[in-house]
């Protein structure tokens, strides 16, 4: 009876006559030579000659997802946890296809990822064979760069082509694409020089190359006397913190800067844990569903420091009148932001650190006493700004802010697309960078369980959370089986809303309450979660749930908390598609001005 393991030892598959290697055995080298231990994938025709080999490669994990989605979410989750590359694998054709999501979600939010892809033999390209697309081309507007090995001795070389433009400048994903004749073909060994990406969490090599090698020192000095000078005249300054932040391991610059020149600080999704949720000078996220206080704030502001963010639209609201009086800096490793879709009144390319760093030099203390007791006065009048249900019902954010106190902030979160990620990032106080994750740009449902199990994946030691929506969760429940038979230990937390809450919010609101197709059919999740293996709960009243998050902490293995809350129930405040930042709906129903 097959294990589905391979137990045979290594064989001659991987080597020919004097020493040439297989393609797949050059892959396999490289990777491991690139500091790879782990990769997500689905196998399939066009990549089982890579298969075959990885049986010759123990120290080469490989986690068998269900869905080739997943596999490079999954990555992504990986790459957002260590600021390592992380790997997916996937064969050709469909396989290929299925991994476009997960790569573009790396792109909008600049992870890393390389995502392998086997095609079908070169001589068969461009006849329409069997599970053939053009991979590469589809890929181009999603990724970096797209890669194609047209011999086995191009795959060393094209794999450090991969990390080189996966780490340098803004982070991203890269394909690599392998015909089978290219895996299975014999090539001669290069000298593999490793890249020397250091302890998992660390910041790779190449990426502290690309900060020294940042603009020219006489220009970002002149940039940074300008700015430095801005914040000095500035009456209602706002630093605004990104994942870039984050990205350049710059948060202690940022807070440090922020507390010598007592700047009000807001973060973007992306940005949240960039400055403690508790800090005095911390007002929470900006933008669509962000605070009253943040969004406020940006739109009374004299000045507004963009730190490693992209000023998305659903940051800035209606760009022609994001922080009209204000001027805009905008400091970001990356030109093409600069301008994209805001206003940018002074660009300063470079990293975030050396640039926080530069301004802390050059920047006299300051006490903005006046600016900040009236960004509190806001803060305090608008600190529960919620829509209360009024009928016992549990609701999302008295769910997690339960289990905030439950995991005492030393938990990472994983949180998926719709309203639980927006109340996630009201409510759970996120303390500590690169202790919250979610997909933003591209706004994929789907993503937590997946991308959750990356996270965990390279960080086994931490207690790693789920938040996600019941539409979410049936998109990667089939993921159960392999978090059990992979050994991967997710605390699952579903906020049951019987509906996908987000379209039905806007239904309400602006599509005169027709809930056309967004109420949601479901099974019992927490038999669902039985049937693979792991441990399922209900949940459904206020005294239930203390309990219920304990016996979930407590429980081994994969464990899936299905929390019934309020079905009607609406993320507040909100600035609508096409207002400016200062015209925010909120719980009294009102709009600020």
Known sequence: MATGTLDRPADSASQGAAGTRTGAALLCDALKAHGVTVMFGYPGGAALPLYRELANHPDLRHVLVRHEENAA????????????PGVCVATSGPGATNLLTGIATAMMDSVPILAVTGQVATSAIGTQAFQEVDIVGMARPVVKAALQARTPE?????????FRVMLDGRPGPVLL??????LMG????AQLAPVAPGAIGARPASLAAARAASPRAADLDA????????????????LAAGRGVILADAWDALRDLAEHADLPTVTTLLGLGAIPESHDLAFGMAGMHGTVAANLALHHADLVIGVGMRFDDRWVGRAADFAPGATVVHIDVDPAA?????????????????????????????????WLARLRAWQDEHVACLDPSGDGVLESSEVLRALEAATGGTATFVADVGQHQMFAALHLGIETPGTFFTSGGLGTMGYAVPAAMGVKVAH????VWVVVGDGGFQMSAPELTTLLHAGIELKILILNNSCLGMVRQWQELFYDNVY?????PQPSFARLAETHGCAGRTVERHEELAEALAWARETPGPVVLDVCVVVEETVLPMVPAGAANGELICAEGRVMS
Not at 177 to 182: A, N, S
Not at 516 to 520: A, N
């Open 73 to 84: 979410l999954a990555a992504d989750g990986y790459a957002r946890a260590t600021g390592f």
């Open 154 to 162: 191009e795959v060393p070389a094209l794999v450090a082509e991969a």
């Open 177 to 182: 694409d392998l015909p089978k004749d290219v």
């Open 186 to 189: 014999l090539g001669e060994p």
């Open 223 to 238: 940039r940074l006397d300008h700015v430095a000078a801005l914040i000095g005249r500035a009456e209602r300054p706002v």
């Open 338 to 370: 600069f301008g994209r879709t805001v206003r940018c009144d002074y660009p300063v390319l470079g990293d975030a650190a050396t640039v926080l760093d530069g301004l802390l030099a050059r920047v006299a203390p300051h006490n903005r006493s006046v």
């Open 460 to 463: 086994p030691e931490r207690e």
């Open 516 to 520: 056309s197709h967004s109420m949601l």
